[in-house]
């Protein structure tokens, strides 16, 4: 008895039982609408199919959200995120894409994920999560329409006032295996969707009012005039004659005629390195005549063109340095504003309403988006606007140097609009446009503040570009350029020869544009 005293003394006891590892995360669950059918189709060319978009989108938007993917299920897969805001916009970037890669299959070959978003305390382990917060979001995926993002009452609430997008409440609902009702949300990536949804909503409710008072007012109409006369109610009818109405016609509002603004690019640039090829300002602009349309138009600098050497040795898509020759053409002081946005959209043109600060660069432009509201610019004012292309975007960015930047080789803070470049806080929007020094060819914000849309095709570099200075297009391509880097990139995106990509028709937070003008 004393020896197994004595064992269980030095024993001490059992082992201190293991924590669990937990915390608190945004879980997106995506699962693919009719994945059986699709095998059934093409059992191979899906498995393909949807291993290259798990390569070529999910994974990678999920790292570029600062996400963990989790693990893949065959036709789906489940990721965590510290940031809710993160893990919605994630979703978001996934089904924007996936628009744009269906657009050239026919529908019954689509691949459509649904999505669902909850926050909640779970289980992290090395290659899986569990909790009744990971079931909540594999249940909101569950009910999700095809292309679009469920979201739970908890994710709302913190991400309501941070996301450009709408949603719509769905109400309560009773999902398998959970006690409680989930408060449900619809993601309307579109800002002014929502509205438009609501508007239906509502000229539903009036028609059917509508319908309801008519058909009171009819009879009344029928007890008042073909009631056959004599007594009603023990009072004498008498025969109405009711007056003819008046019809006016509205008041005529006042038009404003809003003159354009192009002005001449200012003297005094830097000189090239290459007396020959040192690009020219315009001279001084004759007086502009009245525009024949109430839009305010942006702000247009001329420039008449020149060559200089477009691209770098800096990265493998800026190669190889080339000279380019670029004929005359006008471009925007300044990134499209919202204000200027949303008077497109004001008048039906372009498909959605801004928000935020009205003088700053308009935001979550997709390509498709810039082209309409060129198109409508040019339309409004009878003038040739248009997309930039990438030679001229370059061009007159550099304002006429041939240095890493604008005003230099070595990276100067309080210079542009960019991550860590000043000392203006992080936020959901740039700052408004001007707020930074001009380049030589008094253009600003050509570097930071929006990505800017150009005309051209994506091309992994410059091999076979032209040398005209006209946008490089061919056909009906999946993505375009972009230019300037964004107020949420760091430094090196600022440079005059930084070149990116995106989905021609993905709208993205910090994706904006500017507009050139043919002489």
């Known amino acids: 008895?004393?020896?197994?005293?004595?064992?269980?003394?030095?024993?001490?006891?059992?082992?201190?039982?293991?924590?669990?590892?937990?915390?608190?995360?945004?879980?997106?669950?995506?699962?693919?609408?009719?994945?059986?059918?699709l095998m059934q189709i093409d059992e191979e060319g899906t498995h393909l199919r949807v291993k290259r978009i798990e390569r070529d989108l999910i994974e990678p938007s999920i790292v570029g959200h600062h996400g963990r993917l989790v693990k893949t299920t065959g036709d789906g897969f489940i990721a965590i995120?510290?940031?809710?805001?993160?893990?919605?916009?994630?979703?978001?970037?996934?089904?924007?894409?996936?628009?744009?890669?269906?657009?050239?299959?026919?529908?019954?070959?689509?691949?459509?994920?649904?999505?669902g978003v909850n926050l909640g305390d779970v289980i992290i382990e090395a290659d899986d999560v569990f909790g009744d917060g990971v079931n909540i979001a594999t249940r909101l995926e569950g009910i999700a329409d095809p292309g679009q993002v469920y979201i739970s009452?908890?994710?709302?609430?913190?991400?309501?006032?941070?996301?450009?997008?709408?949603?719509?409440?769905?109400?309560?609902?009773?999902?398998?295996?959970?006690?409680?009702?989930?408060?449900?949300?619809?993601v309307l990536p579109d800002p002014a969707a929502f509205n438009r949804t609501r508007r239906r909503r509502e000229n539903i409710l009036i028609a059917l009012l509508s319908l309801f008072l008519l058909v009171i007012a009819s009879g009344v109409l029928w007890y008042v005039f073909w009631q056959p006369h004599g007594t009603v109610g023990g009072q004498a009818s008498a025969p109405v004659s009711p007056e003819t109405p008046k019809v006016l016609s509205p008041p005529q509002p006042t038009v404003k005629q809003a003159a354009p603004q192009i002005q001449p690019a200012p003297s005094g640039a830097p000189a090239a390195k290459q007396p020959s090829t040192q690009p020219q300002f315009a001279a001084p602009?004759?007086?502009?005549?009245?525009?024949?349309?109430?839009?305010?138009?942006?702000?247009?600098?001329m420039l008449r063109g020149g060559s200089f050497t477009m691209g770098s040795n800096d990265d493998p898509t800026e190669k190889p340095p080339h000279q380019v020759t670029i004929?005359?053409?006008?471009?925007?002081?300044?990134?499209?504003?919202?204000?200027?946005?949303?008077?497109?959209?004001?008048?039906?043109?372009?498909s959605f309403v801004a928000s935020g600060n009205a003088e700053a660069p308009v935001t979550n432009v997709s390509w498709s988006d810039a082209k309409q509201f060129v198109a409508w610019l040019a339309g409004a004012t009878r003038k040739a606007y248009r997309l930039p292309s990438e030679a001229e975007w370059e061009y007159a960015a550099r304002g006429g140097t041939q240095t890493k930047y604008w005003w230099g080789d070595q990276f100067l803070s309080g210079m542009a609009n960019c991550k860590n470049c000043t000392d203006?806080?992080?936020?959901?929007?740039?700052?408004?446009?001007?707020?930074?020094?001009?380049?030589?060819?008094?253009?600003?914000?050509?570097?930071?503040?929006?990505?800017?849309?150009?005309?051209?095709?994506?091309h992994k570099n410059y091999q076979g570009a032209p040398s005209d200075g006209s946008p490089w297009v061919e056909g009906d391509c999946v993505s375009h350029v972009i230019r300037s880097g964004s107020w949420r990139n760091d430094a090196r995106y600022a440079r005059p020869a930084n070149r990116d990509s995106y989905d021609t028709n993905v709208r993205y937070q910090t994706h904006g544009m500017r507009v050139a003008l043919s002489p």
């Not at 197994?4 to 006891?13: A, E, H, V, Y």
């Not at 602009?285 to 600098?301: C, K």
């Not at 004929?327 to 372009?350: D, G, H, L, M």
């Open 424 to 458: 203006i806080a992080a936020a959901e929007q740039p700052i408004k446009v001007g707020s930074f020094r001009p380049n030589p060819f008094g253009l600003y914000d050509m570097g930071g503040g929006v990505d800017q849309w150009v005309e051209d095709c994506w």
């Open 327 to 350: 004929k005359p053409f006008a471009i925007s002081q300044y990134p499209v504003t919202v204000r200027e946005w949303n008077e497109c959209a004001a008048a039906k043109a372009c």
């Open 81 to 115: 995120f510290d940031s809710p805001v993160e893990a919605v916009r994630c979703g978001i970037v996934i089904q924007q894409n996936m628009v744009g890669r269906n657009a050239s299959m026919p529908k019954h070959h689509w691949i459509e994920y649904r999505i």
């Open 153 to 186: 009452g908890g994710i709302y609430e913190q991400i309501k006032h941070k996301l450009v997008c709408g949603y719509e409440s769905l109400g309560d609902r009773k999902v398998k295996n959970i006690t409680d009702p989930v408060r449900v949300y619809r």
């Open 1 to 37: 008895m004393g020896e197994i005293r004595k064992l269980k003394s030095s024993r001490g006891g059992d082992p201190p039982r293991e924590s669990t590892p937990r915390r608190l995360a945004a879980i997106v669950a995506g699962d693919i609408a009719g994945y059986s059918r």
């Open 285 to 301: 602009a004759a007086p502009a005549t009245q525009s024949t349309s109430a839009v305010r138009e942006p702000v247009m600098y």
